[in-house]
């Protein structure tokens, strides 16, 4: 059976829904209730067609019915559901999962228990094993080998599974959250790994009980747990946004949420923690890339030719405008995104994503909950490292430095620990030393920030949690199993939930920088674009908003929000950007004024001048391009590269001598493919013909350019060369013995 097509279909249907495209959802899920093995799913279906055909009928004959906004609510409440358990039964069914098979072994289990329906607690399969726990006294830390300690550890795999296999809680999951809550039996970790069970379990099936219970958890405030509920609360909101407006409910205890402390921030910080997981993948291009390929700009093919862009050093005064420098050290002000002194290890932790991926094939990873677990030093992984010779003195540091460090996630600490013993004997010793230097640096970083930050703990576990989750998604075994709530464009402040938890406007201006001052441009420029609605005299923000649409492309945009800066606040950098546009735009003539106009207000800005020289010469007037080159050659007389527009304007001017004086400077640094063109061109129009093509092949034995290519540039260039003479019939001639040589 097609699984892709059954996801597909549901994903049409809430889509369809939302857009209140009822009839349409509704075709659409009785062809997936074809392929459905449960006979009350179509009775459900018919009643639930039968009640919007009778709510049609009854609108179409005029009849004022009170209760119809209510009814129509109930009823794409009622599909919404339906679609969600016919996807259940037919993924359960047909599927082959692993998470269908656990559910399978557990329902079977439940059955031999005597209890088919869980309604209470009572009913639990492991209610005997979870009675016994209870009973038992505070034993914090049972022999990790005794029966007691193996019977707890399966317990704490029923709850994760239950919790996460139910469809729908009722109140045996209800009172189940009570007892781990409450009863102060159970360990911050075990609670910890509960909630994400109930976090998943509601991205399995969607139920408002599941979302009461991770505002439930968050309100209980236990440390380490109330952060991954609401994280969890978090991604589910945006998960479901679509359904979230349809539950006034979810509205109502959300809006309660506002009043208490800190929320609003634990809230700004866990959306900017989702969003930066979209850096790993660039992290992770990078490293395996060793450089992100850039888009291709439209740039003149005389550019390229003459290496324009790299004759100086990249101007820092032609990327971001400098002045904004102020506007990020504000930007982390209202997110306090990072401590200072761990910003940069915080974000590189998405490069051990990279690093430890192929460390996650230990047995250990092949229990889902594992996956989500923290790290602690009691944990049973910790045990093995006593057994051994040379880490076994050192365990106790090694485990507390681990535990202590926010650099590393908790699957990769596990992964870590799990490799250790792996390691050759001078890197087990050189490890020891590392986690004792570095258990001894967190002591008193922790005593630092911690008088500083009030958020420090918040964030530094949240990150932890998000980035255990975004492992699970990528590099979990069951990963195709699970829809990745990391693809895409995770425009979570986009999110009906983020309008109400957040200071919205102070939020968005948040995060328009970061995702500026990461290049993330197109959602910046969606969060510029709103906040122009409010600060039309902010030049700023049309500068900003000007150079997205820049590095998008779209010089046409960029070009009018650029205007609209330098007309509130004329600006050197705004000027060249607006003759940048015009020149990718190909309105060169307008260029050259913006350029003479900056070069007027900088004379001694040898980039604003070199850009003066571009301009002319893409007029072709070369005398006045030469003029301006002379000057930078002047002031920068070390500078080879400079040589290359020179001596081009020279061939062009048909001035050969002079051409190939420059050329032959230029020959003591690295010439370059485009460079043996030209200086062919000149040896060519001389009458040289064989010196011409020895260069022409030099151009292509360098492997910047294929022979196509080279004919394609040659053949641009024929118009230029048989107007400095040389012979229209020759050209086909040499190109043909070109071909031959180079085989």
Known sequence: MDIKKTILQHKQICTLVSEKRIKLSLDILADMLTRASSGYLRDEYDNVVMTYRHMLTYTIEGINDPERNKVYLKLIQSILELSDKVRQDILSHNSGWNTYWIKQQNEKEQKLSGKTIVETVDDLMFKSELDEWLRLSNEINPDPESELAIKHRQLIRNIFNHLWLTDYYGEAEESLIDIILTSGKFRWYESSIFTTAVTLSSFRTWQTAKLFMLIKIYKSGQEQVMQRALAGLILNLHYYNNRVMLYPEITDALEKLTFLPRFSEHCKIIVLQTIRSRETEKLSRKLHDEILPKVARLKPMIEEKLDLDNILPNDKNEGKNPDWSTMFS???????????????QMEGADVYMS???????????????????????????????FRDDILGPGTNDLAEAMYKTPFICNSDKYSLILNLKFLPASQKTMMLRVFRMELEGLQQLNEDDSLTDPDKSFRTITTQYLQDIYRFFKLSPYKKEFEDIFTGRLDI?????????????????????????????????????????DKRDDAQLYEKTGYCYQENGNFEEALKYYKMAELIDRKVWTIKKIGFCLRRLGRNEEALEYYLLA?????????????????????????????YYFRVEYKDPGNLKILRPIAYCYFALGRFDDSEKFYNRLAEGKLIAHDYINMGHVSLCRGKKKEAVELYRRSIVTGEITREKFMTIFSEDSEQLISLGVSADDLPILLDYLLFITG
């Open 355 to 385: 690093a430890f991926a192929n460390l996650k094939n230990f047995d250990f990873f092949r229990d889902i909950q594992n996956w989500f677990m923290p790290f602690h030093p009691d944990h049973e992984v910790i045990n093995e490292i």
């Open 493 to 533: 402040y986009n999110s009906f939930f983020f309008s109400i938890a957040c200071d919205t406007k102070e939020a968005e201006a948040g995060l328009a920088d970061y995702f500026f001052s990461k290049d993330f441009y197109d959602d910046a420029l969606a969060l510029y674009m709103k906040r122009l609605k």
């Open 599 to 627: 070069g007027d207000m900088e004379p001694d800005n040898i980039h604003t001048t070199i850009l003066t020289g571009h301009c002319y010469l893409d007029l072709r007037l070369y005398e006045e391009a030469l003029k």
């Open 330 to 344: 504000g930007s982390e002000e209202i997110f306090k995104t990072m401590e200072e002194l761990t910003n940069l």
